[in-house]
């Protein structure tokens, strides 16, 4: 139940870096990879608070961006926005 419930929390955090991301549409690449670090911290912190496990935390991290890197691929080829 603890890794439901750090990987709801996590798909907030990035649901939140895309959001923060369409803001920044101007900004260079650089900038740009750092708030994805940032992002990431975020988002290990909160599984390392939660699960209090290394292993489990990048686990459901891992598996958590890859969802929502599909979903996003999927919005994007499905519901293109211009």
């Known amino acids: 139940m603890k890794n439901y419930v750090v990987f709801l929390f996590q ?3 990035w ?4 959001v923060v991301e ?3 549409t101007h900004d260079k690449l650089v900038f740009k990879v750092i708030m994805f670090f940032i992002f990431s911290y975020l988002a290990i912190y909160i599984g390392k608070a939660i699960l209090k496990s290394n292993k489990r935390t990048l686990i459901v991290t891992g598996v958590s ?4 890197a599909i979903i996003q691929v999927l919005f ?3 519901l293109p926005i211009t």
């Open 15 to 18: 649901s939140g870096y895309t």
């Open 22 to 24: 369409w803001l920044s």
């Open 76 to 78: 994007q080829t499905i």
């Open 11 to 13: 798909l907030m955090v």
């Open 65 to 68: 961006l890859l969802c929502y």
